[in-house]
């Protein structure tokens, strides 16, 4: 495992079902993340929110005892007003009320005046003159950009459309893909890591797919925890498998831990 | 252009909003147009995916504008669906709009085992596209029939999304595939000319959607003619796949060179 592998730049954490469930810290986990800090690792928490802001992802996991910095955490909205600022774009923003604190500076645009549609989950706004607007702004040229592309979720009532079929609904009628901004795509791994190489970074996460196989897409590590949202054999349904198989985030922090460490003391 | 010289054109194809009409307005030369038509002989249907109002109600909406015609003359897709809904014995849940509602009225639609998905206009709420979703989701072999499946109309000036958009997310969200009546359905068109007694060859389809009224006539192996009015965009002139065997600026001219060809 150690041939080859170059020295650790960054290490990118999923938060639910890696480091808590709900508002249970996993075992172990508060005190990993101390141990992972004493080695001056870069960190990065990244999930795929549509509602929470960076705020009040922050404030939980204060709440839980983990240590962090706001400013650490890379979440599917903060990677979408990320994408807004540095492409100038002024959007229509179809998103929960709740995730406008991220938007600061991008919710007030004129509608004559924007130019993009981010689309997360705002079912006060699905509907057919919210989305008229947004495929006549499509027309004009405007990208796409979704949160994620859930099919449904579950409501207090039964299951619930997601965004992902206004989404769908929207390339159809303008003819135009939409630009994911949330896991798996290597764009959200890549904004999170900034200008370092995705060879030299860490993926943790409980998801194979949007966490493992997506970062390892990228050419990152992917680190498999068996809590949160594993099931048996998971780490058999993708190809390549997960770099790294193990039970909990403290694990997998004590596996890079001394695999870097030998790492660097050879070079 | 030359697609329709030596050609004997007998019967004459029309879609409705975008040649005849956009919103309520009759398109310039388009009532003269179909005078004309008529007094060449030719036989004319008018070939609709509207679903925002009962056949009745169209016709009676557009001898208002001045044109000649009869409630018999328009061919919506709901007939066909309904006939198709009795014969497979389905039970619809309705995502359409209310004032189609009388055309199922003889209908069953307790228990449904199946959506039907047309323009529905406002609506289509958060709320009414999550019945369906449920309806859909919660069934052995969901079925989900779309009246047409097109992606924008002109509305008075302004393009506005078609029911497409919308069956378009329900297929994603319940993961199925959704079948379509009317244009650009095979069917749909072959059943129109049989009861014309046209052959496809001596007909033409004249139309402002691409691919539903010009690509769905062509591959029946009718003439597609494009016109530049209704939903016409610049760009449906390179579309990559449809190929229009004449495009024309307004129903008129299309008219014209129809008459033209028949010399």
């Not at chain 1, 196989?213 to 068996?226: D, E, I, T």
Request: proline share 5%; charged share 25%.
């Amino acid at each position: 495992m150690a041939a080859g592998k170059e020295a650790l730049k960054a290490v990118l954490i999923d938060l639910s079902g890696t480091l808590h469930v709900e508002d249970t810290a996993i075992p172990g986990a508060v005190d990993a993340l101390k141990r992972l800090r004493e080695s001056h690792i870069p960190i990065k928490f990244v999930t795929n929110t549509t509602k929470e802001s960076r705020r009040c992802l922050y404030e939980r996991l204060v709440a839980l005892g983990f240590e962090l910095r706001e400013d650490e955490i890379w979440s599917s909205l903060w990677a979408a007003q990320d994408l807004l600022r540095r492409r100038n774009l002024r959007p229509m923003l179809m998103v929960d009320d709740a995730a406008l604190e991220d938007f600061t500076g991008l919710t007030d645009v004129k509608e004559e005046e924007q130019n993009a549609v981010v689309i997360g989950l705002a079912p006060n706004m699905f509907n057919y003159s919210h989305l008229n607007k947004a495929f006549r702004l499509l027309l004009t040229g405007a990208p796409l950009i979704a949160i994620h592309c859930g099919r449904y979720y579950k409501r207090s009532d039964g299951l619930a459309l997601g965004p992902g079929p206004f989404v769908k609904g929207l390339e159809y009628a303008s003819d135009c893909e939409s630009e994911v901004v949330g896991k798996p795509s290597p764009a959200f791994f890549q904004s999170a890591l900034g200008d370092i190489n995705p060879a030299h970074a860490v993926m943790i996460g409980d998801d194979v797919r949007d966490d493992i196989s997506g970062a390892q897409a990228l050419g990152m590590r992917g680190f498999l925890v068996q809590t949160g949202k594993y099931r048996t054999g998971d780490e058999s349904r993708i190809s390549p498998g997960p770099a790294v198989v193990c039970s909990h985030f403290s694990e997998a922090v004590d596996i890079l831990l001394k695999e870097y460490s030998v790492s660097g003391r050879d070079s | 252009m030359s697609a329709l010289e030596n050609s004997r054109v007998t019967g004459v194809l029309l879609d409705v909003s975008g040649v005849l009409k956009d919103g309520e307005t009759a398109i310039p030369g388009s009532v003269e147009a179909i005078r004309k038509l008529r007094e060449a002989g030719l036989t004319i249907r008018f070939l609709t995916n509207e679903t925002q109002m009962t056949r009745r109600k169209l016709a009676a909406s557009l001898i208002d504008l001045g044109f000649c015609l009869q409630e018999r003359d328009i061919i919506p897709p709901c007939p066909a669906l309904v006939t198709l809904l009795k014969r497979e014995n389905m039970r619809p849940h309705l995502l359409v709009h209310p004032d189609i509602l009388p055309e199922f009225d003889g209908i069953d639609k307790s228990n449904p085992n199946c959506v039907v998905v047309s323009d529905a206009a406002d609506n289509f709420t958060y709320e009414n596209l999550n019945e369906a979703f449920r309806v859909l989701i919660n069934m052995e072999k969901p079925r989900l029939f779309s009246l047409g499946r097109g992606k924008y109309y002109s509305d008075n000036g302004g393009l506005t999304l078609d029911v497409g958009a919308f069956t378009a997310a329900l297929e994603y969200a319940a993961d199925i595939k959704a079948e379509v009546i009317g244009k650009p359905q095979p069917e749909f068109f072959m059943s129109v000319l049989r009861d014309m007694r046209v052959e496809p060859q001596e007909a033409v389809m004249i139309g402002d959607d691409i691919v539903g009224d010009v690509g769905g006539a062509q591959n029946c192996g009718l003439t597609g003619v494009l016109v530049r009015t209704g939903k016409y965009r610049s760009s449906d002139e390179k579309h990559p796949t449809v190929h229009p065997d004449a495009i024309v600026d307004d129903l008129a001219q299309g008219v014209d060179l129809i008459l033209k060809s028949r010399k």
